[in-house]
T-cell receptor, first 111, second 117 residues
Framework: QKEVEQNSGPLSVPEGAIASLNCTYS??????FFWYRQYSGKSPELIMS????GDKEDGRFTAQLNKASQYVSLLIRDSQPSDSATYLC???????????FGTGTRLKVLA | GAVVSQHPSRVICKSGTSVKIECRSL??????MFWYRQFPKQSLMLMAT?????????EQGVEKDKFLINHASLTLSTLTVTSAHPEDSSFYIC?????????????FGPGTRLTVT
């Protein structure tokens, strides 16, 4: 069973701090990784995709991928209350183009 | 770019009736669309993969005769929940991949909240 795991949280951080969200996956052959944000009652919104080891930055967001350790993380700098949401990690495993989602981490940014 | 719409956004139906949900890619063509279901406080579960011009591929445990999928064009996929029952009440979300793209990114529609009474 190919799995993607996330800490369900809630992860609480003060406004302006860095929020760090982690995701591990079991299939070593996975090649594509995605972070989505989902507000309560809404559908997921793509934040970032990452395919290569290392860091990828987009505004306040940085995705980090380490294939050897099989984890992908998302850093949110200068966290805002509007960042409070559930963050879903999605992985495309080897031999398929379908997403496998983690259960999501609920982030609370405290004003 | 990469906008996906869904209609209706919310529907209430009586047990035993059928409900059709439409998913459209508005500014791109989508050879492949996906249908997910999400129960409260749970993650998204893939129900089926919809390919334009061919039969949908259903995930294990999803009844293909109950959840009918039609992908008639490169911008439209429909999901029909037949003979709906209260346990089918859920948040149904479609997503689409850009045709011919090198990326595997999926763009999600806003979702349809189905309540079966």
């Amino acid at each position: 069973q190919k799995e993607v795991e996330q800490n369900s949280g809630p992860l609480s951080v003060p406004e302006g701090a860095i929020a760090s969200l982690n995701c591990t996956y079991s299939d070593r052959g996975s090649q594509s990784f995605f972070w989505y944000r989902q507000y309560s009652g809404k559908s997921p919104e793509l934040i970032m995709s990452i395919y290569s080891n290392g860091d990828k930055e987009d505004g306040r967001f940085t995705a980090q991928l380490n294939k050897a350790s099989q984890y992908v993380s998302l850093l949110i700098r200068d966290s805002q209350p509007s960042d409070s949401a559930t963050y879903l990690c999605a992985v495309i495993t080897s031999g398929t183009y379908k997403y496998i989602f983690g259960t999501g981490t609920r982030l609370k940014v405290l004003a | 770019g990469a906008v996906v719409s869904q209609h209706p956004s919310r529907v209430i139906c009586k047990s035993g009736t059928s409900v059709k949900i439409e998913c459209r890619s508005l500014d791109f063509q989508a050879t492949t669309m996906f249908w997910y279901r999400q129960f409260p406080k749970q993650s998204l579960m893939l129900m089926a993969t919809s390919n334009e011009g061919s039969k949908a591929t259903y995930e294990q445990g999803v009844e293909k005769d109950k959840f009918l999928i039609n992908h008639a064009s490169l911008t439209l996929s429909t999901l029909t929940v037949t003979s709906a029952h209260p346990e089918d009440s859920s948040f149904y979300i479609c997503s689409a991949r850009v045709s011919g793209g090198v990326s595997y990114e999926q763009y999600f529609g806003p979702g349809t909240r189905l309540t079966v009474t």
